[in-house]
C-alpha cells in the first residue's frame, strides 16, 4: 500500500490515480474538527482569529512552491510565483499581526 | 525517503495548526498559538522545498522576499485600519487559489490531458471560480473599508440586480461543467478564460450592493471562501495538508458568518442579496421629538455621581480614534470606585472582534469587556450608558418596529439604564439610515461633537473637579 502510494509520488508525470474518495474524508473530518475548536475561541479574540486562521490557510503557499519550482514551462511557473508572492504575504502579515493584537490583551 | 519527510511534515504540520486554533481559546494562551502556526508553517514550507521535483529556486526565493517586503508593512496598519487588512489578505489568498487553479489547468493541457479527469477537472473549476470570485470581492470590500473615492461606500442597487448576479454565476458554473465535460476540446481554453472573467465579474457585483453595516457578515463570508478555495487547491493538487487547513479556515469563517448573522437576525441570503443599508425614506414617525443636549459639564457631573458605567462602543469609536481617551475616561472613573464596563455588540465595528481589539490596543483589560448577552441583564441597574459612535446596536426600534430594516436584531439595551448618555458626530442616521429612538428618549442626553474631542473634555471636566471632593 505504502510502496504503491510512494510509486505514484515519484513518477508525477503519469496520470495519477488519486484517491479523492480520502481526500473528501479527510475534508469532512477536519471541517467538523474546525468547528468544533472555533466554536470554542474567545469571543474577545474573533479579529485575531480571522487573521491567524487567514495565515494557516496560506498554507497554500506549499502548491505555489510546487508549480513555481518544478520543470514547468516558463508561463505556468510566472503564475505560480506570482501565487507564491500572495501566498508568502499573506502569511508573513498574518502572522504578524495577530501577535501584535493578542500582545495588547492583558488582563490588568 | 523524501516522501515520506513530506508526509510527516504534513502530519505534523496539521497537528500544530490545530493547536493553534485550539489556543485562542483564552487570551493568555493565544500567542502560543501563534508560534504553533508559524511552526507549522515553517515545517511545511521547507518539507515542500526541499522535495527532489523542486529544480529551480530563483524565483521561489524573489517570491518569498517579495512576501515579505509586502507583508511586513501590511502588519503595521493601524488597529483601526484590520478591516480592510483582512479583507485584503482574503484577496490575496482567492488570488493564489485562482492562479494555481488556471496554471495546472493549462499545464494539463499541455502536457499531460489524461490529468485532466473529470473529478479533477471539478475541483480546478471550483477552485478558479472561488479563487477569482474571493479575489475581486474582498477587493471591492477592502476598497469600500478604505474609503477608496471611486468605490461608493453606499450600496449600489438597481432594478433587477439580483437576476444579473445570479445569472452571472450561473452562466460561470454552467460553463464550468462544459468545460469538465470537455477539458481538451479546441475552444476548451477560451472557455476556461471566460469561467475567469465571469468569477472576477461576480465578485465585484456581490460586494457593489453590500453597505458598511454588513461588513463583518461579509468579510466573515468571504474568509470561508477563501478556505474553501484552498479546499479545492488541495483536491487538485492532491494535497492533504491544504485540504485540512482551508477546512479550518472555512469553518472558522462559516462560524463567525453565523454569528454575524444571527447578530443581526439576518441570514446568509439576506445579507447578500437585500441590499441593507439604503436610507429608508419611511414617512416621518407621527411626532417627532426633540433631543435633549447635555453640556460637557453635566456629562461629567452625570458620570461622577454614578456606581455602575457601562459604555457601548460602536464604529463613531474606531472613526474618530476615541479609543485612548476612552481608556482615561475609564482611569478617571475606577479610580473614584465606580465600576465600568464595556458592552460589546457582536457587530460592532467594521468586522468581527473590532472593539474589543481597538480598547485591548488602548490597555483597557479585556476582563471589563461584557459581551451583549451577558451585560443586557444588568441594564437595569446601571446608572450612566455612554453609548459612544454606536447607533444601530441600541436603536429599541428594532424590538418592535416591523418596518425597519433592523428589526429583530438582538440590541443592548441601553434604554433600560437609569440615564443614557450618546455621544454623536451629527444629527444624521447612522449606517442603516434609520432614526434612533433612544436618543429622544426621556431619560437621554446628547453629546454632540467629535467622539475623541468630546471624552476628552469630559475626562478633563473629571480630572480637574476630582480635587474639588
Not at chain 2, 79 to 94: I, W
Not at chain 2, 331 to 337: E, F, P, S
Amino acid at each position: 500500500m505504502i510502496d504503491s502510494l510512494m510509486a505514484t509520488q515519484a513518477v508525477p508525470a503519469e496520470p495519477v490515480a488519486v484517491d479523492y474518495w480520502s481526500m473528501l474524508f479527510v475534508f469532512v473530518l477536519a471541517t467538523f474538527i474546525g468547528l468544533g475548536v472555533i466554536r470554542r475561541v474567545s469571543r474577545l479574540l474573533y479579529t485575531p482569529l480571522m487573521s491567524l486562521t487567514n495565515a494557516i490557510s496560506a498554507i497554500a503557499v506549499v502548491g505555489s512552491i510546487v508549480v513555481t519550482g518544478a520543470d514547468y514551462p516558463r508561463t505556468i511557473r510566472i503564475i505560480g510565483a506570482v501565487a507564491l508572492f500572495a501566498s508568502m504575504t499573506n502569511i508573513v502579515s498574518g502572522f504578524l499581526i495577530t501577535d501584535r493584537m493578542l500582545k495588547m490583551f492583558k488582563k490588568q | 525517503m523524501m516522501y515520506a519527510v513530506a508526509q510527516f511534515a504534513a502530519v505534523f504540520a496539521t497537528a500544530l495548526f490545530i493547536f493553534s486554533l485550539y489556543w485562542m481559546n483564552d487570551p493568555k494562551t493565544a500567542r502560543r498559538g501563534v508560534v504553533a502556526g508559524v511552526t507549522g508553517m515553517l515545517v511545511a514550507v521547507v518539507a515542500t522545498w526541499v522535495q527532489p521535483q523542486i529544480i529551480h529556486h530563483g524565483w521561489i526565493v524573489v517570491a518569498i522576499v517579495a512576501g515579505f517586503i509586502v507583508g511586513v508593512p501590511l502588519s503595521q496598519v493601524p488597529l483601526t485600519a484590520v478591516p480592510q487588512r483582512t479583507a485584503l489578505s482574503h484577496a490575496f489568498g482567492g488570488l493564489a487559489a485562482g492562479l494555481v487553479g488556471t496554471a495546472e489547468y493549462f499545464l494539463g493541457l499541455g502536457e499531460n490531458p489524461a490529468e485532466l479527469t473529470a473529478f479533477r477537472m471539478s475541483a480546478i473549476v471550483a477552485e478558479v471560480i472561488l479563487g477569482f470570485l474571493t479575489f475581486t470581492g474582498s477587493l471591492m470590500a477592502a476598497g469600500k473599508l478604505q474609503e477608496v473615492k471611486w468605490i461608493p461606500q453606499r450600496p449600489v442597487t438597481y432594478p433587477g440586480q439580483n437576476v444579473v448576479n445570479i445569472g452571472v454565476l450561473v452562466v460561470a458554473v454552467g460553463l464550468g461543467v462544459v468545460v469538465v465535460l470537455h477539458p481538451t476540446a479546441p475552444w476548451s481554453g477560451h472557455a476556461f478564460y471566460v469561467i475567469v472573467g465571469l468569477a472576477v465579474l461576480f465578485g465585484v457585483l456581490l460586494i457593489i450592493p453590500i453597505g458598511g453595516a454588513d461588513m463583518p457578515t461579509v468579510i466573515s463570508i468571504l474568509n470561508s471562501y477563501a478556505g474553501l478555495s484552498a479546499v479545492a487547491m488541495g483536491f487538485v493538487l492532491n494535497n492533504k495538508l491544504l485540504v485540512t487547513a482551508g477546512a479550518l479556515d472555512g469553518s472558522s469563517g462559516l462560524i463567525l458568518s453565523i454569528i454575524m448573522c444571527r447578530a443581526m437576525n439576518r441570514s446568509f441570503t439576506n445579507v447578500l442579496f437585500g441590499a441593507f443599508g439604503t436610507v429608508q425614506k419611511t414617512a416621518a414617525i407621527g411626532e417627532q421629538k426633540e433631543w435633549k443636549q447635555e453640556t460637557v459639564e453635566g456629562a461629567a457631573q452625570l458620570l461622577e455621581q454614578a456606581s455602575l458605567v457601562v459604555i457601548i462602543p460602536g464604529y463613531g469609536m474606531a472613526v474618530a480614534q476615541a479609543q485612548h481617551k476612552v481608556r482615561e475616561l475609564y482611569d478617571q472613573l475606577t479610580k473614584r470606585g465606580i465600576t465600568v464596563k464595556f458592552a460589546i455588540h457582536p457587530v460592532a465595528g467594521r468586522m468581527p472582534g473590532h472593539m474589543n481589539v481597538l480598547l485591548a490596543e488602548a490597555n483597557i483589560p479585556y476582563t471589563a469587556l461584557v459581551e451583549m448577552d451577558e451585560i443586557n441583564p444588568e441594564m437595569p441597574q446601571c446608572d450612566v450608558a455612554l453609548v459612544i459612535g454606536a447607533n444601530d446596536v441600541v436603536n429599541p426600534a428594532a424590538r418592535y418596529k416591523k418596518d425597519t430594516p433592523i428589526y429583530g436584531m438582538p440590541i443592548i439595551d441601553a434604554d433600560k439604564a437609569r440615564a443614557v448618555l450618546a455621544i454623536k458626530r451629527s444629527k444624521n442616521p447612522g449606517f442603516a439610515g434609520i432614526d434612533n429612538e433612544l436618543y429622544v428618549l426621556d431619560n437621554t442626553w446628547m453629546l454632540f461633537g467629535d467622539a475623541k474631542a468630546v471624552i476628552g473634555e469630559v475626562v478633563k471636566q473629571l480630572a480637574g473637579g476630582g480635587g474639588l471632593h
